[in-house]
């Protein structure tokens, strides 16, 4: 006997797909509870399945070797139309399902027991459920098993769509916080434009690095789609080629990143630390008309990383006096991002430039 559709089935698919379970691969997490469930029950057959528009299937099952049946076969497919758990003693004795093929077989299906997973608009999209080959009755307990395994297993999955909700909503927030900076920085750039003042010019060049910096993270964001883990040699190469346009031609930089993935927070004071280096280096280390090599490195240092930043101007030890009494701008907004991040940084130099290493190892 083929189940009648649910009454709101277009609303109950929806909702199902909505959690992004259907033909995932197996996972041990779930193959564990339908294991647990049959050994509780003491039954050959447990299955986590989920009913689709025209099949069965199984996100992990003990006792069948398949993934998937057909709606015409379904037990559960009546059961979803019923209460939060049932339990059919003797399937022949049941009118639903006294000529279901999986019943009426030699070694066919006698006794079934299943409790509803429901989401989160409370409509059923499958069961928990357990059978066996001959008629019988679950205990007390093997029936609060099911119901009380049946809710953890709603659980995880209401877990999980709220996860992919709340990454999708970040997405939404990183590319209009992209999108928003871009913005500013246009505008910026059309004010220096038309600003006579070589100071004014060089400021609003100060706040385009500071800017790109920013873009920079936040692209490295976007296209990772994720705010845990940044490859950090894509992220130096975002705010490189942010950075270079706003230094004088003939400015280069010298990149070498080994492969580290660092978190977000992180990332952020990365991008903002080269920016202040770079654009400190070309006004102070170059001169006003000399050029240089601004060299990057950086990779994995213990369980975090490192990065280390040198120029080859005329900066030498007075120069790294200065700059540990904190008198500069740019030097005081490195020790603080790197304080913000649990790291400390550390200026040298060796006659020839100035060099600063932070590392987190």
């Known amino acids: 006997m083929l189940a009648h559709p649910h009454p709101r089935q277009d609303d109950r698919l929806e909702s199902l797909r909505a959690y992004g379970i259907l033909d995932t691969p197996q996972e041990k997490e779930f193959d564990d509870i339908v294991a647990l469930v049959a050994a509780i029950c003491e039954v050959p057959v447990a299955v986590i399945n989920f009913i689709d528009r025209d099949r069965q299937w199984f996100k992990a099952e003990v006792g069948l070797g398949v993934r998937s049946t057909p709606l015409e076969t379904s037990l559960c497919s009546h059961v979803i139309l019923e209460h939060d758990f049932v339990e059919i003693p003797d399937t022949l004795a049941d009118p639903r399902m006294c000529d279901n093929p999986l019943c009426t077989a030699d070694q066919g299906f006698r006794f079934y027991a299943g409790a509803l997973l429901v989401g989160r608009e409370g409509l059923p999209l499958g069961t928990l459920c357990v059978l066996d080959t001959r008629p019988r009755i679950l205990t007390d307990v093997q029936r609060e098993t099911l119901r009380v395994v049946a809710a953890r297993v709603m659980s995880e999955l209401d877990l999980r769509l709220a996860l992919r909700e709340q990454d999708v909503l970040r997405r939404e927030i990183d590319h209009r916080v992209k999108n928003s900076l871009a913005s500013v920085a246009a505008i910026v750039e059309l004010q220096k434009m038309r600003s006579p003042s070589t100071e004014v010019q060089s400021a609003l060049n100060q706040v385009l690095a500071r800017l790109g910096a920013l873009e920079a993270l936040h692209e490295e964001l976007h296209q990772e789609g994720t705010d845990r883990l940044v490859s950090l040699q894509r992220l130096v190469d975002r705010a490189v080629a942010k950075l270079s346009p706003l230094l004088r031609d003939n400015i280069a930089f010298d990149v070498t990143i080994d492969p580290v993935e660092i978190a977000s927070d992180e990332a952020n004071a990365v991008a903002l630390v080269i920016n202040e280096f770079a654009t400190n280096s070309a006004k102070h280390a170059f001169g006003s008309d000399e050029g240089g090599t601004i060299t990057i490195i950086g990779g994995p240092s ?41 790291a400390q940084a550390r200026w040298s130099s060796n006659g020839n430039g100035i060099r600063l290493e932070i590392d987190k190892g």
């Open 302 to 342: 213990g369980r975090s990383f490192k990065l280390m930043c040198s120029d080859d101007g005329s900066g030498d030890d007075a120069a790294v006096g200065r700059i540990g009494a904190s008198r500069g701008l740019g030097a005081r907004v490195i020790e603080t991002l790197a304080r913000s991040i649990g």
